[in-house]
């Protein structure tokens, strides 16, 4: 889970990092570990909300309304994972908050720190399962499932959708890869330059080939032949 932490008192914000990490720590299962990016002012928070799936947050100087209004924003700039407010100088309560916001008190304690982030992984589990697609300008967010196959093209991948987009990402293919994780075996290397979404396989052919859902005919390698026709049962003749 990636959790952005913005608090502008600076011991305040270290106290928490030190509370999610050791929470971190307790985790037995590696992916269930948490990213914290830590901020002492939202505006470069506020540049990719979406990449987080928990917002924890304490602006208690200067303005009262300065945290509703980053809010706000988060949701102006497309963030849709849920707000954690905490609760000190400013009782955030009493303020017209969004409903998809939580409110903890300040000393946090850990079983109240604890019960927000099942909260948090609850909402995140049931969300629909998207990937990061990073242009030179904007950021694009699609449904893993909606992924044919990717390739590489000038150092960047080409990413190509079940409704014929193509969408091109910065970084490799390997990067790419990498970036989808162990949660998703199903896309595999058709060879060193396509990887495909093997749920979107419609034969393997016995001369080599793979054809997509989209018709796309792809070279299999040797080992991602085996793959397929041993664990799919695809090949045709």
């Not at 999610?20 to 939202?42: H, V």
């Not at 100088?89 to 109240?112: G, L």
């Not at 034969?203 to 989209?214: Q, T």
């Amino acid at each position: 889970m990636h959790i952005a932490l913005c608090d502008d008192n600076f011991g305040d914000r270290h106290q928490t990092e030190r509370l999610l990490r050791r929470e971190s720590d307790k985790q037995e299962d590696s992916s269930s570990m948490f990213i914290i990016d830590s901020y002492g002012s939202p505006e470069t928070m506020l540049s990719h909300p979406r990449a987080y799936d928990l917002f924890i947050m304490d602006l208690c100087g200067g303005d009262e309304n300065a945290a509703l209004e980053v809010v706000k924003k988060l949701s102006e700039n497309g963030a849709t994972a849920p707000v954690v407010m905490c609760c000190s100088s400013i009782d955030y309560r009493e303020m017209d908050f969004p409903e998809n916001t939580m409110f903890i008190d300040k000393p946090i304690k850990v079983a109240d720190l604890k019960e927000v982030l099942e909260k948090a992984q609850g909402i995140k589990d049931s969300a629909p399962d998207t990937i990061e697609l990073r242009e030179l300008l904007d950021t694009i967010y699609v449904n893993v499932s909606e992924v044919v196959y990717a390739t590489e093209k000038g150092g960047d991948t080409m990413v190509t959708l079940m409704d014929g987009r193509t969408l091109k990402s910065i970084g490799q293919l390997w990067l790419f890869r990498r970036t989808l994780g162990t949660k998703h075996p199903q896309f595999i290397y058709a060879n060193p330059h396509f990887l495909i979404n093997s749920d979107h396989v419609e034969e393997v052919s016995k001369l080599g080939f793979v054809r997509m859902c989209n018709g796309k005919k792809i070279l299999l390698s040797r080992s991602a032949k085996n793959n397929l026709t041993g664990t799919y049962g695809k090949e045709e003749s």
